[in-house]
C-alpha cells in the first residue's frame, strides 16, 4: 500500500492520505450480481463472536458498573417513562441512542440484569409497531431518531436470531418507502442518512428484497450529498456562532461535528450502491480535509460543537468520538485500509477514554487535547456553553449522556473481520476471545496482549480440526522494524508498516503466532509547529495534577469541576532527531487500565518552563510558535497517556536547540 501525507503537521495521524487502490478494494470491485449490493474488502463479524479478554474486559465491565449500567435508573430521558417504552416521557433520539450502546454491552459481558434493561425496549418497539409499519413513540414521526433504533435492532438480531426483527424491520422499511416522497428528509435525518442507509443494506444482505434497494436510493436522494460537501470543502476556519439565527441552517448542519462524523461513512454506503472504486478516493479527500483544517492530535478534528479550527484548546464533542469511530469501523470494512484501523486505534486509546473520569460515572461533552482547567468556562468554544468541559451526567446537553455508551462496545466487536476468501482478520489489536465458523469448521483464537500498553500480541489460534483458511494481521504504519514469528520460528523476513502480512497455512489447534511492535516514542507536529509525543497507538500528556471540586449532584453522580495543581507551561526539548532518546518506564496494568494512578506507561520528556505561554479565563492559549526560547533552568516532566489525564497538556512548543 502507497501512503502519503498532505503535510508534515499531520504525518503521524493515522489519516494519512492514501494513493492507488490497494489489493482489498481491487478484489472487491468485481463484478456484482445484478441488483445486488458490491461486495467490500472485509465484513464485520456478527455481535457476540469477539468476545472481551483482559483489560479490555474490565474497561467494559467498568463501564457497565458506572453510569452505562444504572443511567435508566435516576435520568428520566431513558427511565421508565421513555416514550420508547410506551411512557409520556422524551421520545426523539435518547432512548435509542442509550439502547444502541447497552445491548452491545450487555451481551458482549453476558450481563443478564443488562440484558433484560435492553430487552424492555426492543420488546416495545417490536410489540407496538404499527399495522402499517411504523414503529416508534406516536408522539414523535421524525425518520431520525428511528434510524438509531435500526441499528440498535440489527445487533439484537445479530447476537439473539429473534424471528421478529427482519419482518418487522423490513416492514418499517416499506412503510418509509412509501411515505418519504410527501414526508421527505429533514433537519438531523437529512444529513445522517447514510446510517439508516448502511442498515437497510445490512438487511437487504440477509432478505434480498428489491424494495430496500429503493429506500437507499431515495435515503441518498434526499440526504445530503456529502461528497459535494468535500468536494468544495468551505468549511477551513473555526465556525462562526449564530448560523440558525441567521437562517444559514444548511451551512449550520454541514459544519455540525457529530453531522461530520457520521458522514464519513458516507463513501462505504454509496461504495456498495455504485461499485465505483472512486468512493475511496472521495472518503481520503473527506477526511484529509477535517485533519487539515480542523485535526488534533488525539485522531479526532475540532468540533465545539461546530468545526473549530487547529488550535489544540478547542473541543470534539463526545458523540462526535464515538461516532467517528463507528463511522470508520464501517470504512474499514468497505475499504480494507490499514491505515483506517490505525486511525480507530488513535482516537479508541486516546480520545475516547480521555473523555470519561476513572469509574465512567461522568464524562464531558466537550474535551480538548491541551486542558488546563474543567470548569464554567465561556472561552474557547466556537457555538457551545460554559458547562462544556465538565465532567458530569448531561454537561451541555444531554446527547452525549445518551449516545457515548456505544464507543467500546462496537470497537470490541470490531476487532475482529473476516476477508471473502473465508480468511479471518486482525484488523485492530486488545485482548479478546474470537469464536468463529471457517469453511464450517469452529475456530477458537485467543489474542493475548497488553497492548497498547505493550508491544506484543500472542494469537492462539484453535480450530476444531485442522483447516486451511489465510490469517490477516495488521502491521501499523508507525512500527517499524515489526517481527512475526509461527510457533517459535520466524514467519516473514520483512512485515512492511501500514499493510495486512497474510498468512496462509493449515492451522492446527495450538498453533501461535507471535507479533512484536516496537514502540519507539516519536514526536508529531501541530499547530504553530507544537510538538506532541507518541508511543505506538498511544498519545501522552503532562498532567498538571488534578484537583476535583463537586459543583453540584446530580441522583447516582455529579457533577465536578477539576483545576490544575502545577505549572502546565513548557517548551519541550524535542524535535524528530531525538525523540527516540526518551525514557520509558512500564508498569503493571492496573484494574483502571485509563486511570492516571494506574498508568501502565510513563514517559521522562525534557523541558523548560516558558513564562510567556499564559492561559485566559481558565484556557491555556494556543501554543506560541515553535522553535521557542527559555531562560528557565531545564526539568524532566513525567508524561502519562492522553486517556488517562483528565487535566492535560497535548501540544506544547519546541525549544530552539
Known amino acids: 500500500m502507497t501512503t502519503l501525507t498532505r503535510r508534515t503537521l499531520l504525518q503521524h495521524t493515522a489519516a494519512i492520505v492514501l494513493t492507488g487502490v490497494t489489493q482489498p478494494l481491487a478484489a472487491a470491485v468485481a463484478p456484482a450480481e445484478q441488483n445486488a449490493l458490491a461486495k467490500t474488502a472485509y465484513s464485520a463479524l456478527p455481535l457476540g463472536e469477539v468476545r472481551p479478554a483482559g483489560w479490555l474486559a474490565r474497561q467494559l465491565r467498568i463501564q457497565a458498573d458506572g453510569m452505562t449500567g444504572h443511567l435508566d435508573e435516576f435520568w428520566p430521558d431513558v427511565g421508565s417513562n421513555s416514550g420508547w417504552l410506551g411512557g409520556t416521557g422524551e421520545s426523539w433520539e435518547r432512548g435509542p441512542y442509550f439502547l444502541d450502546g447497552l445491548l452491545p454491552l450487555a451481551y458482549l459481558l453476558d450481563d443478564a440484569v443488562l440484558k433484560a434493561k435492553a430487552k424492555k425496549f426492543i420488546d416495545w418497539t417490536l410489540e407496538h409497531q404499527r399495522p402499517d409499519g411504523m414503529i416508534g413513540p406516536a408522539t414523535n414521526n421524525d ?10 435492532l440489527a445487533q439484537y438480531h445479530e447476537v439473539t436470531g429473534d424471528a421478529r426483527v427482519l419482518p418487522a424491520m423490513t416492514r418499517y422499511c416499506h412503510y418509509q418507502l412509501s411515505e418519504m416522497p410527501q414526508r421527505p428528509l429533514q433537519s438531523w435525518g437529512k444529513f445522517r442518512w447514510q446510517d439508516e442507509a448502511y442498515v437497510v443494506q445490512w438487511l437487504y444482505d440477509r432478505t434480498h428484497d428489491p424494495e430496500l434497494l429503493k429506500l437507499c436510493a431515495l435515503l441518498q436522494a434526499q440526504g445530503c450529498d456529502w461528497k459535494g460537501v468535500f468536494a468544495d470543502f468551505k468549511y477551513t476556519e473555526p465556525t462562526v456562532r449564530g448560523l440558525r439565527k441567521n437562517g444559514l441552517e444548511e451551512q449550520a448542519m454541514q459544519s455540525h461535528g457529530v453531522n461530520n462524523s457520521q458522514a464519513l461513512k458516507v463513501a462505504a454506503v454509496q461504495y456498495r450502491l455504485s461499485s465505483d472504486p472512486a468512493e475511496r478516493s472521495a472518503f481520503v479527500r473527506q477526511m484529509g480535509a477535517l485533519d487539515k483544517f480542523h485535526g488534533m492530535p488525539n485522531g479526532m478534528f475540532s468540533c465545539d460543537e461546530h468545526l473549530g479550527g487547529l488550535e489544540p484548546q478547542h473541543g470534539t464533542e463526545l458523540c462526535s468520538v464515538v461516532e ?16 483506517v484501523a490505525d486511525r480507530i486505534e488513535k482516537i479508541a486509546y486516546n480520545a475516547l477514554p480521555g473523555t470519561f473520569t476513572d469509574d465512567m460515572w461522568a464524562h464531558q461533552y466537550n474535551q480538548q487535547s491541551n486542558q488546563i482547567q474543567v470548569g464554567l468556562l465561556s472561552k474557547p468554544w466556537t457555538t457551545d456553553g460554559p458547562e462544556s468541559n465538565l465532567y458530569g451526567l448531561e454537561p451541555h446537553f444531554g446527547c452525549c449522556t445518551a449516545n457515548y455508551h456505544q464507543g467500546w462496545p462496537k470497537l470490541t466487536a470490531s476487532l475482529w473481520m473476516k476477508a471473502p476468501d473465508d480468511g479471518l482478520v486482525a484488523a485492530i489489536f486488545a485482548p479478546c476471545d474470537l469464536h468463529t465458523q471457517v469453511r464450517g469448521t469452529a475456530v477458537h483464537i485467543s489474542e493475548e496482549t497488553e497492548y497498547p500498553f505493550r508491544d506484543t500480541i500472542a494469537f492462539t489460534v484453535k480450530p476444531q480440526r485442522t483447516i486451511a483458511f489465510p ?60 510538538v506532541a509525543v507518541e508511543r505506538g497507538p498511544l498519545l501522552f500528556s503532562l498532567d498538571p495534577g488534578e484537583s476535583w471540586v463537586k459543583l453540584r449532584d446530580r441522583g447516582l453522580t455529579a457533577d465536578w469541576q477539576v483545576y490544575p495543581k502545577a505549572s502546565w507551561n513548557y517548551a519541550l526539548d524535542l524535535n524528530e532527531s531525538n525523540a527516540a532518546s526518551i525514557a520509558v518506564a512500564e508498569a503493571p496494568i492496573g484494574p483502571r487500565p485509563f486511570a492516571a494512578a494506574d498508568a501502565g506507561v510513563r514517559l521522562k520528556v525534557p523541558a523548560k518552563r516558558l513564562d510567556t505561554w499564559r492561559s485566559e479565563d ?15 533552568q531545564p526539568e524532566t516532566l513525567t508524561f502519562i497517556p492522553y486517556g488517562a489525564a483528565k487535566l492535560r497538556v497535548t501540544a506544547f512548543p519546541s525549544l530552539r536547540s
Open 618 to 632: 481558565g484556557v491555556a492559549k494556543a501554543p506560541p510558535i515553535s522553535p521557542a526560547v527559555s531562560a528557565n
Open 143 to 152: 425518520w431520525w431518531p428511528r434510524m438509531v433504533m435500526l441499528k440498535a
Open 471 to 530: 490469517l490477516s494481521i495488521r502491521v501499523p504504519a508507525w512500527a517499524t522494524g515489526a517481527t512475526l514469528r509461527i510457533n517459535g520460528t520466524t514467519a516473514e523476513d520483512k512485515l512492511t508498516p501500514g499493510t495486512f502480512v497474510r498468512l496462509q497455512r493449515t492451522w492446527s489447534s495450538g498453533d501461535i503466532v507471535e507479533l512484536t511492535l516496537p514502540m519507539q516514542p516519536r514526536v508529531s507536529r501541530w499547530f504553530n509547529r507544537s
Open 324 to 339: 467517528t469511530m463507528y463511522s470508520l469501523e464501517i470504512i474499514l470494512a468497505a475499504f480494507g485500509e490499514a491505515a
